[in-house]
C-alpha cells in the first residue's frame, strides 16, 4: 500500500493557470468578494430550469410476461477460463467509485474516512480525502481499502470543518497512485478539490482540445479534464465556473468539489449516477453516493440532488441551488438496484431491498421450476433470492458461504486445483445441497465462467438438479457512463442465446429477469432509467473508443504505444443514428 499528501494533477502552461506548488499545502488566494443572484438558502428546486423531481414513493408494481430477450449471436476469439480485466471468481462489473463530502463539521474528516467505509463496495482500489483548514487545502491520497489508507495520524493531518473523500475501483499497483481522487490543483483564483463518479464520453475530444491550447496532463482519468476547464473559465463567481465546465461535459458525472469556503455538489442532466444529500443534528451537510454512507455517520436523509443541479453551500448564504442547463428525462442507472448498491440504500428514490425482493419475485412466477431449496449467489444475489423462495413457497437456505477475507492477490499451489479462484471465495454447504433439486439466484452474468464454476461446485457438493435464475436482464451491452464492463464481443449474452449460455453455464434451467417487467415492475417510473446496457441504445451516445482500467497503464509505468495493451481500447457503437447497433468486435486503437 502506497500513501501520499497532496496529489495535484492539474498543469497547464495557459496562462490562465497557475504553476502547482510542491509544498505540503495550497495558500489559496483571498476570494473576491462578488454578489450573485441565486435562489434562497432553503432546499428548493430553481424556478427558472426547473430540475427534475426524481422521487419515488408509490410501491412497485409489475404484471408478468413470458418473453424472454434473446440477444444476437457473435464469434467470440477469448478464452472462456481467461479473462483480462477482472480476476477469476469475480465476474462481474464494477463500478468506478463513491464520492462523499461534508459541509460544517468539526470532525469532518473523519466522518468522511467514515463515509468512505460505507462506499467502500464502490471502489477498493485507492482512496483519498481532501480537508479545507484555515483556507488551505491538504490531501492524503492512497492505494488500497479505506481501513489501508487511512490510520489515526493521517486523520490528525486533515483537521478542519470541510471535507470530500473518494473510493476508487481501477487497476492495482502501487503505480496507478496518481490516478487515486479527490485531485487537487492550484489556478489563478486558488485551488480545487474534486472527486467525480461517472464516464465522460466526450472526454479523448475534450483532452485534445485542452492540450492544443497547451495543457499539460498528469493522469489518465477523465476527471482531470474538468479541473482544465475551470481553470480556463473566466466567468465569476466560482460555481458559475463549474457550470461553464460542466456545459462542456457529455456523459455521467456525479462529483463533488471543494474550495477554501465552499462545497459544492453535481450532478449531470440525465442522473445517471447517484447522488444524496443529507444533515447531520449539528446542522452540518452531508453529500454522498448512497444513502449508506448517510445512515453511518447519523446524517438524516432530506433528497437527492436533482439532475443537471449544482448545490453549493458555504456559511455566509447556506445551500443554495442552481440548474446546469434545461435536461431531458432523468435515465438513472439500473444496475444501481440490481447490483452496484447496498441493500440498505435509497436510491433514485427507491428502497434497493425492495427492488430486489421484488426481481426475485418475478423471477418465480415468470420462470417457476419444481425445487426443494433456494440459495444465492453471495452478497448480491440474497434479498433476490429470498423473494424467489417467499413467493415460491420454498425454504430460502445458505447453499453458498462467502469468504470475506480473500485479498486481491493469492499464491496458487504448484499443483493446479480446478476452480481455485472460485473455490477460496465460495464454499458450498453439502447438508444443504446433496440429494436436493436447487434453485440458484444471482444477479447477473456477465462473461458465465463464474457461474459455470459455480454450477459445478453445487454438483460436486452433491446437488441433484441446479436451476440457475438471474435477476436482471440479459447483459448485451458495454457501459459509458461509469461502470467497468467487458467489451461487447465478450458479454456472453451478446453472442449465445438462453439456451447455448444454459448449456455453457452446465446448470439444468436458466432463465433471466424479463426486460418488459422489469420495466413494468417500475411503472411510471420506467422512463427514468438508463436500459443501454440490455438494449444497446444509449442516451448519451459515445463517439469515442472507450478505455478500460489497463488504459491507466498508460501513467502507470509502461512503455510502448497504446496498442501494445491488450485490450486497453475498445470500439465504441457504430451507427450513432439509429442508436440501435452496437459493434460486437473487440479491438485496439491507438490514440
Known amino acids: 500500500m502506497a500513501a501520499t499528501s497532496n496529489v495535484s494533477p492539474l498543469s497547464s502552461s495557459s496562462p490562465l493557470s497557475k504553476s502547482i506548488s510542491k509544498n505540503h499545502s495550497f495558500s489559496l488566494n483571498t476570494p473576491q468578494k462578488t454578489t450573485f443572484p441565486l435562489f434562497p438558502k432553503t432546499l428548493q428546486k430553481p424556478s427558472l430550469f ?76 485507492g482512496a483519498g480525502i481532501v480537508a479545507v483548514n484555515n483556507d488551505v487545502l491538504q490531501s492524503i491520497t ?52 474534486v472527486g467525480h463518479n461517472g464516464n465522460l464520453v466526450n472526454y479523448r475530444a475534450l483532452r485534445a482540445m485542452l492540450e492544443e491550447n497547451g495543457s499539460i496532463f498528469n493522469t489518465s482519468s477523465d476527471t482531470e479534464v474538468v479541473l482544465h476547464l475551470i481553470a480556463i473559465s473566466k466567468a465569476r463567481p466560482f460555481f458559475l465556473r463549474i457550470v461553464e465546465a460542466c456545459e462542456k461535459l457529455e456523459g455521467a458525472y456525479s462529483m463533488v468539489f471543494v474550495t477554501e469556503d465552499k462545497l459544492v455538489a453535481v450532478r449531470d442532466p440525465h442522473g445517471f449516477r447517484p447522488l444524496v444529500m443529507g444533515r447531520r443534528s449539528n446542522g452540518a451537510v452531508v453529500f454522498a453516493s448512497e444513502t449508506c454512507a448517510l445512515d453511518l455517520i447519523e446524517a438524516t436523509y432530506e433528497r437527492e440532488v436533482y439532475p443537471g443541479e449544482v448545490l453549493v453551500v458555504d456559511k455566509k448564504d447556506g445551500v443554495q441551488s442552481v440548474c446546469l442547463m434545461p435536461h431531458p428525462e432523468p435515465k438513472q442507472c439500473i444496475f444501481e438496484h440490481i447490483y452496484f448498491a447496498l441493500p440498505n440504500s435509497v436510491v433514485f428514490g427507491r428502497s434497493v431491498y425492495e427492488s430486489r425482493h421484488v426481481f426475485g419475485e418475478i423471477l418465480a412466477t415468470e420462470a417457476p421450476v419444481d425445487c426443494d431449496v433456494v440459495i444465492a449467489v453471495p452478497d448480491s444475489g440474497v434479498v433476490a433470492a429470498i423473494g424467489y423462495a417467499a413467493k415460491a413457497g420454498v425454504p430460502f437456505q445458505q447453499g453458498l458461504i462467502r469468504s470475506h477475507y480473500v485479498g486481491r492477490t493469492f499464491i496458487e499451489p504448484s499443483q493446479k486445483i480446478r476452480d481455485f479462484g472460485v473455490k477460496l471465495k465460495l464454499s458450498p454447504v453439502r447438508g444443504v445441497l446433496e440429494g436436493k433439486r436447487v434453485v440458484v439466484v444471482d444477479d447477473s452474468i456477465v462473461r458465465g465462467t463464474t457461474s459455470s464454476k459455480i454450477v459445478r461446485l453445487i454438483k460436486e457438493a452433491g446437488a441433484k438438479e441446479v436451476h440457475m435464475r438471474i435477476a436482471s436482464p440479459p447483459i448485451i451491452a458495454s457501459c459509458y457512463y461509469g461502470v467497468d464492463t467487458p467489451s461487447s464481443e465478450e458479454l456472453i449474452s451478446n453472442r449465445m442465446s438462453v439456451e447455448e449460455i444454459r448449456e455453457f453455464i452446465g446448470c439444468d434451467s436458466l432463465a433471466f429477469l424479463p426486460f418488459d417487467s422489469l420495466k413494468e415492475m417500475l411503472s411510471s417510473d420506467s422512463p427514468k432509467f438508463c436500459y443501454a446496457c440490455f438494449s444497446g441504445k444509449y442516451p448519451v451516445m459515445p463517439r469515442e473508443v472507450k478505455v478500460k482500467r489497463v488504459g491507466d497503464f498508460l501513467d502507470d509505468g509502461l512503455n510502448g504505444p497504446v496498442d501494445s495493451i491488450d485490450g486497453g481500447w475498445i470500439q465504441g457503437p457504430r451507427n450513432l443514428d439509429t442508436e440501435k447497433e452496437i459493434d460486437p468486435l473487440y479491438q485496439k486503437t491507438k490514440i
Open 50 to 125: 426547473p430540475c427534475n423531481h426524481v422521487c419515488h414513493t408509490q410501491k412497485p408494481q409489475f404484471t408478468v410476461s413470458s418473453k424472454n430477450p434473446i440477444s444476437d449471436f457473435f464469434p467470440t476469439s477469448r478464452k472462456e477460463d481467461g479473462s483480462a480485466f477482472v480476476d477469476d471468481g469475480d465476474d462481474k462489473p464494477r463500478e468506478e467509485c463513491g464520492v462523499v463530502g461534508i459541509f460544517g463539521d468539526p470532525e469532518a474528516s473523519r466522518l468522511c474516512y467514515l463515509a468512505l467505509h460505507a462506499l467502500q463496495h464502490r471502489g477498493q482500489e
Open 142 to 193: 492512497g492505494v488500497g481499502l479505506v481501513s489501508e489508507v487511512f490510520n489515526e495520524s493521517k486523520l490528525d493531518q486533515l483537521p478542519g470543518e470541510m471535507a470530500i473523500g473518494h473510493v476508487r475501483y481501477s487497476t492495482a499497483g502501487s503505480s496507478m497512485l496518481k490516478n487515486v481522487q479527490p485531485f487537487v490543483a492550484g489556478y489563478r483564483f486558488g485551488s480545487i478539490g
